[in-house]
C-alpha cells in the first residue's frame, strides 16, 4: 500500500474487463502488482495487455543531530536535513505534535517519535531522549594574597568524565582524573586578578556545565597610611590631608575639630582634604571606615595636626 492512489487507463476499445473484475475505465488502485485488461471494440475485436505496478521506496529518515539527554533541566534541540518533498512530524507519547519543522525543542526526557512523509508513503523513527544532571565546582585554598602566590585547587564536581582547566596564568590541563594534586598546585607570580575557569563534560550523555573563580594575587599588603600632620601654606609640600591605600575597595573619612564639629567629609581613598584660609591651626579629629578587597574591616580613627 501506498498513501496516494493511482489510476490505470487503457485505450483503443469500447468496452474493458480488469483482472481486478472491474469494468470502468480507468480503475483506481493502491496497491502494487500485476494488472491485466482484456479490451473489446465496436467490431467485437477482442484484445489484452498486462501492466506491471511497482511500489517506490517510502521516505528515508537521515540520521537526526542534537544531544538525546535533558541535562540539568535544560531544554534539548534535534533536527534533521530537510529534503525536498518531505514533510515532517515531531510527537510524543501522548500523540502530541511538537514541530512539523525539521527542528524540535524538548524539554523532557521521554519517548518521541518523528514521522517522515512523502507522495509514497510514511515513515518512522522512535526516538528516546534521557535525562541526567552534571555538576562542575571547585575549591582554592587561598583566593587573596601577596605575589608570589601558590593555590591548591580541588575539583569538586560530580558526574562529569573529562575536565578542562584555564588558570589565568598561562597554563592549562584537559584530564579524566578528578583531582591531579600535582597538576592542579598552581602559581601565581604577578599581582593581578585571575580568571579560573573549569568545564566538565560527560561523553555518555553529552552533558556539560562550568564553574569560574577569581584569584587575587596583591603586590603588597592591604592597608591604610595616615598622616598626622600636614601643612596647608601653598608651598606644595604636605598641602592637603589625605591617605594611601592598597586593596581598599570601600572608604569614606569624616574629619572634626577639636569642639566635635564636622569640618569636611571624603568618599573615597583618592579624594584630599586642603582647607581654606578660615582653618584654624591645630588638632583635628579623623574617623574613617574602610573594607578591604579581603572583606575584613581597616576602619581606623586618631588625630591629625594642621600646620601653617
Request: glycine share 10%; aromatic share 12%.
Amino acid at each position: 500500500m501506498w498513501s496516494t492512489p493511482i489510476d490505470l487507463l487503457a485505450s483503443g476499445a469500447t468496452t474493458y474487463v480488469w483482472s481486478t473484475s472491474a469494468i470502468t475505465n480507468p480503475i483506481r488502485i493502491s496497491s502494487a502488482g500485476s494488472y491485466s485488461v482484456v479490451g473489446t471494440d465496436a467490431f467485437g475485436c477482442v484484445n489484452s495487455t498486462t501492466i506491471d505496478v511497482t511500489a517506490a521506496p517510502g521516505p528515508v529518515i537521515g540520521t537526526w543531530l542534537g544531544v538525546p539527554t535533558i541535562c540539568n533541566g535544560y531544554q534539548t534541540q534535534l533536527s534533521i536535513d530537510s529534503t525536498t518533498g518531505y514533510t515532517y512530524s515531531w510527537v510524543n507519547s501522548l500523540g502530541t505534535v511538537l514541530s512539523t519543522d525539521t527542528i524540535v525543542t524538548i524539554a523532557t526526557a521521554g519517548n518521541y517519535t518523528l514521522t517522515v512523509t512523502n507522495s509514497c508513503g510514511s515513515t518512522s523513527q522512535a526516538i528516546t531522549i534521557g535525562s541526567a544532571s552534571i555538576d562542575v565546582s571547585f575549591d582554592a585554598d587561598t583566593t587573596l594574597g601577596l605575589a608570589p602566590l601558590h593555590v591548591q585547587f580541588t575539583n569538586t564536581s560530580s558526574g562529569a568524565t573529562n575536565y578542562y582547566w584555564l588558570f589565568g596564568n598561562g597554563d592549562t590541563l584537559s584530564t579524566t582524573t578528578l583531582n591531579p594534586v600535582a597538576d592542579l598546585h598552581q602559581h601565581f607570580d604577578e599581582a593581578g586578578t585571575y580568571v579560573v575557569y573549569l568545564l566538565g563534560t560527560n561523553n555518555s550523555n553529552y552533558c556539560s556545565a562550568s564553574a569560574t573563580m577569581e584569584i587575587i594575587v596583591l603586590a603588597q599588603d592591604i592597608g591604610i597610611v595616615i598622616p598626622n600632620v600636614f601643612s596647608p601654606n601653598g608651598d606644595a609640600i604636605n598641602d592637603y590631608f589625605g591617605v594611601q591605600s592598597y586593596g581598599i575597595k570601600q572608604f569614606s573619612c569624616s574629619i572634626y575639630n577639636r569642639w566635635g564639629t564636622l569640618i569636611t567629609e571624603l568618599d573615597n581613598v583618592s579624594e584630599r582634604w586642603t582647607p581654606g584660609s578660615s582653618a584654624s591651626e591645630g588638632t583635628y579629629f579623623y574617623l574613617i571606615k574602610a573594607t578591604g578587597i579581603d572583606n575584613k574591616d581597616y576602619s581606623k580613627e586618631g588625630y591629625l595636626l594642621l600646620v601653617r
